[in-house]
Nanobody, 119 residues
Framework: QVQLVEPGGGLVQPGGSLRLSCAAS????????MAWYRQAPGNQREMVAT???????DYADSVKGRFTISRDNVKNTWYLQMNSLKSEDTAVYYC?????????????WGQGTQVTVSS
């Protein structure tokens, strides 16, 4: 069984910074794709950033230049550094991973963490 745990989140002022983390645990052999999604009230869940095992990254246009996804392969943990935060970044943020556990590939989600950008 694979679990993704994402502490962090919270309230931050516009223009501020916040770092989210996502720790994967279980019988993990490899993490192929690490990602962050977000969902604001009334909106669909949207991709924020992805990072492949090979190091390729992709970002939503709305966060390019402000957010950075990174990883610690030893800890099976990935991060989302969010800078220059705006009110429109307010959402529940979910981490997602495509993980090989044992002999099974699967996509897993974290429980979500609230990020609120407000003065």
């Amino acid at each position: 069984q694979v679990q993704l745990v994402e502490p962090g989140g919270g309230l931050v002022q516009p223009g501020g910074s916040l770092r989210l983390s996502c720790a994967a645990s279980g019988s993990i052999r490899s993490v192929y794709v690490m990602a962050w999604y977000r969902q604001a009230p009334g909106n669909q869940r949207e991709m924020v950033a992805t990072l492949t095992k090979g190091g390729s990254t992709d970002y939503a246009d709305s966060v390019k230049g402000r957010f950075t996804i990174s990883r610690d392969n030893v800890k099976n943990t990935w991060y989302l550094q969010m800078n220059s935060l705006k009110s429109e970044d307010t959402a529940v943020y979910y981490c997602n991973g495509v993980v090989l556990a044992g002999i099974i590939n699967g996509a897993y989600w974290g429980q979500g963490t609230q990020v609120t950008v407000s003065s």
